[in-house]
């Protein structure tokens, strides 16, 4: 059924395209626990001749190049405004067909009859139209109508001089779209409160939050909708796969669960053993945190367990918050193999972000930490210098929150949901950088520590901003960056590494000599060289010889003395 084209003006400067007038209802059909499978098969909605003429007259529009603009001027300014190749999105098929990447036993599942309905809620600023669209119909194209009660677009204040095709135009085209709706707001809001617009003017028992530039496949939807149907409780999300941002090619990712490290960056990690022999490749798995851009959750759940925190800004820091959240107060976080959902990784957030990214995403974490991470607070704040001091705001909500919800402890997340996450004890012998005083060089992570692999550490000046050049020198003599730790082989000169840390490792262990100020390895002997490295380059280990480039100055090191370190 085709929306009406209406214009609805709300307190507060929202505005919102064809929005019926509607009331939840508690006594609404709740979730059952536990039904069997029947054989039901859903057909996805099939387009329009009307439709399909107003896609292909758009596509044309849009594969023009603007007056004196040359293709390679387009892909520069499509790059920089987007952080993905923008003008290639321009010129690919609106409703372009993915193959379905799913393992072959998720085609023969079958799903009950009486799934409740969703509403998709997608969030955009200053995105291009192509990718919005494509997003728009990628989700028609591979969802069964009758499980589809709308698809929300909530503006986040685009920028008309910039952005006019996400004015009228977008408005003109999804009116011919069945069930999609443009929700408008006057001012910037960022994506955490922008979502909460969107799931209060929405009216599914299930809420599905997308970024708005991802691709849609077949069986995405009904997969993600039954576990929710199973139990209200688990929190889902689709596998996440891999669109190019150059090429826009699609390419399925693997079986990789969400982590995070102690600065409160989140990482995709491998199972481990115990998880890999537990499950099968299409079943849904247990993730200790979420991506947070592309999730399904009851809209009760979403409610009763205290929705966003609103009190954080823009993005950043949210997804762990609602991570730690819904596992310490009772829900779950899955991953769904059988639900699989394309993502553009963009090379770069071109975003702006009022008062600073910086500041925005460490005020977010400082609020996260304070409220939810009990005494490893601590270790969060030994990776990011100086942001304990800053205001977090009143955070005395999220307390009272978990007070009601009778929530566990940080140390039982650790225990029992994220137990292979390496924990540094908080007796550290020494936190901070870790410096050659004669060329006022720092090791140096790059950023580039692996869960899949090993990387190099390197040599950076020192900024003493703490980040890529904190390190802690652990009771056990290691030298770690949240679950990595520097380690060494036995060859007389190379470059160490940084592998996940291992409970015990004599590659991992290195003694400090107070006296000559060398870091030495204790299986190879050798001892950590600058070996006349640059900044941008790798650190060394070779031949101990109390040489100056073997001289490291360790911060906060009292208190050595006392240990065998």
């Known amino acids: 059924m085709f929306c009406l084209t209406a214009m609805i003006t709300f307190q507060g400067g929202l505005r919102a395209t064809n929005h019926p007038d509607f009331e939840y209802s508690s006594d609404d059909p709740q979730p059952t626990e536990n039904k069997p499978a029947q054989d039901w098969k859903p057909v996805p909605w099939k387009e329009t001749s009307e439709v399909k003429l107003l896609r292909e007259s758009l596509e044309k529009r849009l594969r023009k190049l603007p007056p004196g603009?040359?293709?390679?001027?387009?892909?520069?300014?499509?790059?920089?405004?987007?952080?993905?190749?923008?003008r290639l999105a321009d010129t690919l098929p609106l409703n372009r067909h993915i193959n379905?990447?799913?393992?072959?036993?998720?085609?023969?599942?079958?799903?009950?009859?009486?799934?409740?309905?969703a509403s998709i809620i997608i969030c955009f600023h200053n995105e291009a139209l192509s990718s919005l669209l494509r997003s728009v119909h990628s989700i028609l194209n591979n969802s069964p109508p009758e499980l589809l009660e709308e698809i929300i677009l909530v503006d986040d204040a685009s920028h008309r001089e910039t952005h006019p095709d996400t004015?009228?135009?977008?408005?003109?085209?999804?009116?011919?779209?069945?069930?999609?709706?443009v929700l408008r707001q006057d001012a910037r809001m960022g994506l955490i409160r922008a979502r909460l617009a969107g799931a209060a003017y929405s009216r599914g028992q299930v809420l599905v939050f997308l970024d708005s530039h991802i691709e849609a496949t077949e069986g995405w939807l009904e997969a993600l909708i039954h576990r929710i149907y199973l139990n209200k409780l688990i929190v889902p999300a689709p596998a996440i796969d891999n669109i190019n941002y150059e090429t826009l090619e699609y390419t399925k990712t693997d079986g990789s669960k969400g982590?995070?490290?102690?600065?409160?960056?989140?990482?995709?990690?491998?199972?481990?053993?115990?998880?890999?022999?537990?499950?099968?490749?299409?079943?849904?798995?247990?993730s200790p945190t979420m991506a947070g851009g592309l999730f399904a959750i009851h809209r009760d759940t979403f409610h009763d367990y205290g929705t966003y925190d609103n009190e954080m800004s823009i993005w950043g820091g949210e997804?762990?918050?609602?991570?730690?959240?819904?596992?310490?107060?009772?829900?779950?976080?899955?991953?769904?193999?059988?639900?699989?959902?394309?993502?553009?990784?963009?090379?770069?957030?071109?975003?702006?972000?009022?008062?600073?990214?910086?500041?925005?995403?460490?005020?977010?974490?400082?609020r996260l930490a304070e409220?939810?991470?009990?005494?490893?607070?601590?270790?969060?704040?030994?990776?990011?210098?100086?942001?304990?001091?800053?205001d977090s705001g009143d955070i005395s909500g999220r307390l009272a929150l978990r007070e009601r919800l009778k929530c566990k402890s940080f140390k039982w997340y650790l225990d029992t949901v994220y137990p292979d996450l390496y924990v540094p004890s908080l007796n550290y012998l020494a936190l901070g950088s870790i410096s050659n005083p004669s060329t006022n060089l720092c090791l140096d992570s790059f950023g580039k520590a692996d869960h899949y692999q090993t990387v190099k550490a390197g040599l950076y000046f020192c900024h003493?901003?703490?980040?890529?050049?904190?390190?802690?020198?652990?009771?056990?003599?290691?030298?770690?960056?949240?679950?990595?730790?520097?380690?060494?082989?036995?060859?007389?000169?190379?470059?160490?590494?940084?592998?996940?840390?291992?409970?015990?490792?004599?590659?991992?262990?290195?003694?400090?000599?107070?006296e000559t100020k060398s870091i030495r390895n204790v299986f190879s002997g050798l001892c950590l060289d600058q070996a006349g490295r640059k900044s941008d380059?790798?650190?060394?280990?070779?031949?101990?010889?109390?040489?100056?480039?073997?001289?490291w100055d360790i911060d906060n090191f009292s208190g050595f003395s006392q240990q065998e370190c």
């Open 69 to 86: 603009e040359t293709e390679d001027d387009a892909n520069k300014r499509g790059m920089a405004t987007h952080g993905y190749n923008a």
């Open 167 to 181: 004015f009228e135009q977008l408005d003109e085209y999804v009116v011919h779209l069945p069930n999609v709706k």
């Open 537 to 551: 380059e790798y650190v060394l280990v070779s031949k101990c010889t109390n040489t100056p480039s073997q001289v």
């Open 464 to 514: 003493h901003q703490g980040g890529n050049q904190v390190w802690v020198f652990s009771p056990d003599c290691r030298i770690l960056q949240g679950d990595f730790c520097l380690e060494s082989s036995h060859s007389r000169r190379s470059e160490p590494v940084l592998g996940l840390c291992k409970k015990k490792s004599q590659y991992q262990t290195w003694k400090y000599d107070h």
């Open 371 to 390: 409220a939810w991470m009990d005494e490893y607070k601590e270790m969060f704040y030994w990776y990011s210098p100086g942001i304990e001091k800053k």
């Open 259 to 286: 982590g995070f490290n102690w600065a409160l960056v989140f990482k995709w990690v491998p199972m481990n053993e115990t998880e890999r022999t537990k499950y099968y490749n299409w079943d849904p798995f247990d």
């Open 319 to 366: 997804n762990l918050e609602m991570s730690f959240r819904m596992w310490m107060c009772g829900a779950k976080l899955e991953i769904v193999p059988c639900s699989r959902v394309g993502h553009i990784f963009r090379l770069k957030n071109p975003v702006s972000f009022p008062g600073g990214t910086s500041n925005t995403v460490s005020r977010n974490n400082k």
């Open 100 to 117: 379905d990447m799913r393992h072959p036993m998720c085609r023969r599942v079958g799903y009950p009859h009486d799934l409740p309905k």
